[in-house]
């Protein structure tokens, strides 16, 4: 691999656990002012510090994020829908790779929708990328994102993540579902897993995230289930417990319940 692209690579994925804790906080982009995502800034600032990335489109990071950070950034650069619109799969790229490299980013990330109305088009707009990033050495981060009516099931997202791997992408994002071992074994990239919506317990966050790490997973990009919880800074340090010490979920719990009190 090219040293640009590995040097990106590693700043992303810890070369020491080869594991990963990136915070999604790019909801915005169709959500728009998602709770406690309303200001963005003041919602990372708490957290930058233990994220091994950040994963913001382009206005969160330009308004709510100190350009002196030493946090590697994953940019979000696919969009064009919105949660009132036609279809939440009608997404082309809006931001261009000048503008990540101006950004110094470490790695750009965008959504496919497969088995969607748009899937050709968000297919089209991941090779694309990728053949636009790999001049730059830019990883490219895809998102299996899933329309409301679709199933997360293992065959469903193995194709998902396997269809992005194909495509060029360098890392792919999914969600964790039964049998997740079996997404990772056909996915030739490392794969990052979603929180998706905040989950009843904490409790159930750790054992998501632990699960995920032992089938495979080099670890997060997780959002609301971290700063939609009472106690962000406790709950991202438990999360990185999993992923980086290989915490259970009981220890997690334990680490959450202590740090939540300082
Ligand atoms: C939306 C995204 C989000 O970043 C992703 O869903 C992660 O956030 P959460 O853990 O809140 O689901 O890529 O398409």
Known sequence: MDWGMQNRISHIIRPKTGRTVML?????????????????????EPLLEYAD??????????????PATSTPIVLRVSGGNSIV?????????????EDALRLNVAA?????????????QTLMNLGNLVNECERYGMPVVAVTAVGKDMVR???????????????????????????????VEGCPVPIVVA???QMD???????L?????????????????????????????????VVHEDFTPKEAMDLYNSEKGK
Request: charged share 20%.
């Open 53 to 66: 990335a950040l994963m913001p489109a382009r206005g969160v990071l330009r308004t709510g994020v100190d």
């Open 108 to 120: 750009v990330a965008m959504s496919i929708y497969v088995g969607s109305q748009y899937e050709h």
């Open 24 to 44: 999604a906080v790019d909801h915005g982009y169709f959500l728009g002012p998602t709770s406690r995502l309303e200001n963005a800034g003041a919602t990372i």
């Open 209 to 241: 995230v632990h699960g995920a790490i032992s089938e495979g997973a080099v670890g997060v990009d997780m959002g609301r289930n971290i700063w939609q919880n009472d106690h962000p800074v406790a709950m991202i340090q438990a999360v990185r417990s």
């Open 153 to 183: 099931d293992t065959r469903y997202l193995g194709l998902c993540c396997r269809i992005a791997a194909e495509l060029g992408a360098r890392i792919v994002k999914t969600y964790y579902t039964d049998d997740f071992h079996k997404v």
């Open 195 to 197: 929180g998706g919506k």
């Open 201 to 207: 317990t904490e409790m159930d966050v750790f054992e």
């Open 85 to 97: 619109g036609e279809d939440l799969s009608r997404e082309g790229i809006t931001t261009s790779v």
